[in-house]
């Protein structure tokens, strides 16, 4: 891949800005299938949480193998067509294998996306600007965070649980066009004759790229032991600390302008590799307390501003986190390792959901969050030096 000349800011905001009007529909749709089952119990939430998670896990090497082999301009408009068919589909009452199912299916369809839109950012910003260029994207995802949880909300509670589906169904479409608006577009690189594709390129990868390796142990950790507050934070916000729907919403919005904020930052402001390093330390830190932070939490005031200072925390992992891992992956596979990457975490964070319905119900939901935290900084004090101790010999190499 041919690094560009430079930076193109214009078409990097206009790649963020839809991909955050189509995670603000994503989030509509969370939010009420969460806060429509919740009344069928943890088990009920955990199973969506897990059917939503796994195609990540399932088709990582298919996805990302797509990502790196074919074209974005066939990939994005084929695929995102027929993810808003299926949230367009949740607009009836269907039984909970059907709402399962056509979660399933889209959610098979974003895992392939995914991957695919993080290999346009390469080519449309210099090296030096991928924090930068990644911190700009998290603004933007931000505001749909920060609006998303606040405006489903409300829909719910003055609408049911239909417009929520029809808004992310229109946005999720429409996103097939972006790739032409932007004039943007991954060409792969033929392969040589009797050259085939290795479609586990990128876990082999993450495993013997050392920084890779130590980065995703720590992630995967610390996911492992903080994916119980996906299930259970709706629990203890609503029937310990008396929150109604949309202060439900309201909390979730507090998260997203801790990273909005942080992320606009790191988005105008050029680090060294060091200092990105030591802001990334800080971060991981934080996001490994969180879960302690809330399960303490005595009111949902409180439980705001855990989540607005963790919401920081995110963005320095997303900007500057994610920012290493493009620096160091050669171009023509970063399909499969971005996909080999988001398929490890789900992992943890499929099994961790798959207990905490039960732990919860056996524990109470304040104890599991407890110890959940503990366990989370525990692993960060054990598993960060190696991070810290191998980006430095990365930023020695390229010095």
């Known amino acids: 891949m041919q ?6 800011w214009a078409k990097i905001q206009t790649m963020a800005l839809a991909r955050a009007f189509s995670l603000l529909g994503t989030e509509l749709t969370i939010f ?19 059917v939503g ?26 695929l995102s067509i027929i ?12 039984d909970t294998w059907a709402i399962l199912t056509l979660l399933f299916i889209a ?15 390469p080519l449309l910003a210099r090296k030096d600007d991928i924090s930068r260029a990644m911190g700009t994207i998290q603004s933007y995802f931000s505001l749909a965070g920060l609006s998303g949880p606040a405006v489903a909300g409300i829909l719910v509670s003055q609408t049911g649980y239909v417009i929520t589906f029809i808004i992310d169904g229109i946005f999720t479409t429409l996103i097939a066009v972006v790739p032409f608006l932007i004039g943007v577009n991954h060409e792969p690189e033929k392969l040589k004759e009797g050259e085939k594709t ?26 492992l032991c903080l994916s119980v507050i996906n299930v259970g934070d709706v629990f203890l916000l609503t029937d310990v600390l008396g929150a109604d729907a949309f ?45 302690f932070g809330v399960g303490m939490a005595v009111h949902y005031i409180m439980v705001m501003v855990i989540w607005f200072i963790t919401g920081m925390a995110n963005a320095t992992i997303n900007s500057y986190g994610v920012g290493m891992m493009i ?25 961790a959901m798959s207990l905490a319905g039960w732990l919860i119900d056996a524990f109470g939901v304040r104890e599991v969050f407890i110890f959940a935290g503990i366990a989370a900084f525990v692993a960060f004090l054990s598993l960060f030096p190696t991070v810290y101790r191998e980006q430095l010999k990365v930023l020695k190499d390229h010095a």
């Open 3 to 8: 690094e560009p000349a430079k930076t193109q």
């Open 32 to 50: 009420t299938l969460v806060f429509r089952e919740k009344e069928l119990g943890p088990a009920a939430v955990a199973a969506l949480f897990i």
């Open 53 to 78: 998670t796994l195609p990540v896990i399932i088709f990582s090497p298919l996805a990302g193998t797509i990502a790196d082999r074919f074209s974005t301009k066939k990939v994005i408009p084929i």
């Open 83 to 94: 993810g808003g068919a299926a949230v367009f589909a949740q607009t009836q009452r269907l």
């Open 107 to 121: 959610n098979t369809c974003a895992s392939i996306i995914g991957p695919t839109w993080a290999k346009l950012t």
């Open 198 to 223: 290795e479609m586990t390129k990128g876990f082999r990868f993450l495993m013997q790229n050392n920084l890779l390796r130590a980065l995703i142990i720590l992630v995967f950790t610390m996911v």
């Open 247 to 291: 202060i439900y919403g309201l909390v979730g919005s507090f998260f997203a302008i801790g990273t909005l904020l942080f992320s606009l930052f790191a988005g105008v402001k050029k680090f060294t590799g060091k200092q990105e390093l030591q802001i990334l330390g800080i971060g991981m830190a934080i996001m490994s307390l969180s879960a």
């Open 327 to 351: 620096k160091v992956t050669p171009h023509e596979f970063q399909g499969r390792v971005f996909a080999a990457f988001g398929a490890l975490v789900s992992i943890a964070s499929i099994s």
